[in-house]
């Protein structure tokens, strides 16, 4: 009896074996997938750097900085900028007052605009906000457009803030 049985599975494996022989080459398809998943980078940022305000002067004092930011091709993402380090007690998101200090009490008030002819304050709502889609992932340098307001009456001292970038992405 152990004989037969030894025998029954001997047949069975050498039956499965002659079913999948064929002439040479066989051929068969391997399926090959992957998922790219939006992503975004801030790659650098450049400051805006007045430089000399003049308080008795009646011209607003205006520069650049940018920020770079590098996304996957395709994804839609929102830049924000914070309302800095000293906002005032009525500053947003959506209508940010931003200020400069000496370090001390002293406070020097500035702005942060999208565009050039200054307009469009650049916040941190999605109603204030940068969007962009992605051509490419190659580095998009976007400016970012300062201002102080001429006529402010404030103390000698050098003045900074900090201001937080923010992308947000799906």
Same mark, same amino acid.
Do not use: E
């Given at each position: 009896? +152990?004989?037969?049985? +030894?025998?029954? #599975?001997?047949?069975?494996?050498?039956?499965?074996?002659?079913?999948? %022989?064929?002439? $040479?080459?066989?051929?068969?398809?391997?399926?090959?997938? &992957?998922?790219?998943?939006?992503?975004?980078?801030?790659?650098?940022?450049? %400051?805006? &750097?007045?430089?000399?305000?003049?308080?008795?002067?009646?011209?607003?004092?205006?520069?650049?900085?940018?920020?770079?930011?590098?996304?996957?091709?395709?994804?839609?993402?929102? #830049?924000?900028?914070?309302?800095?380090?000293?906002?005032?007690?009525?500053?947003?998101?959506?209508?940010? &007052? !931003?200020?400069? $200090?000496?370090?001390?009490?002293? !406070?020097?008030?500035?702005?942060?605009?999208?565009?050039?002819? !200054?307009?469009? #304050?650049?916040?941190?709502?999605?109603?204030?906000? #940068?969007? @962009?889609?992605? %051509?490419?992932?190659?580095?998009?340098?976007?400016?970012?457009? =300062? !201002?102080?307001?001429?006529?402010?009456? @404030?103390?000698? =001292?050098?003045?900074?803030?900090?201001?937080?970038?923010?992308?947000?992405?799906?």
């Amino acid at each position: 009896m +152990k004989k037969m049985i +030894k025998l029954a #599975v001997g047949v069975a494996a050498f039956s499965a074996t002659a079913a999948i %022989a064929g002439p $040479s080459p066989q051929t068969g398809s391997l399926g090959v997938t &992957a998922l790219v998943s939006d992503s975004c980078a801030i790659s650098s940022t450049t %400051a805006v &750097a007045f430089g000399a305000y003049d308080p008795l002067s009646v011209t607003n004092n205006d520069n650049t900085g940018s920020v770079t930011v590098r996304c996957t091709k395709g994804t839609v993402y929102h #830049v924000a900028l914070g309302q800095g380090s000293n906002p005032t007690g009525t500053s947003t998101c959506t209508t940010p &007052a !931003r200020q400069m $200090s000496d370090g001390g009490t002293n !406070r020097l008030g500035y702005d942060l605009y999208a565009n050039a002819g !200054r307009t469009t #304050v650049w916040g941190c709502t999605t109603s204030n906000d #940068v969007d @962009v889609t992605s %051509a490419s992932s190659a580095a998009n340098a976007m400016t970012v457009y =300062g !201002r102080i307001p001429a006529g402010q009456d @404030v103390a000698t =001292g050098g003045y900074s803030d900090t201001v937080v970038v923010t992308v947000t992405f799906p």
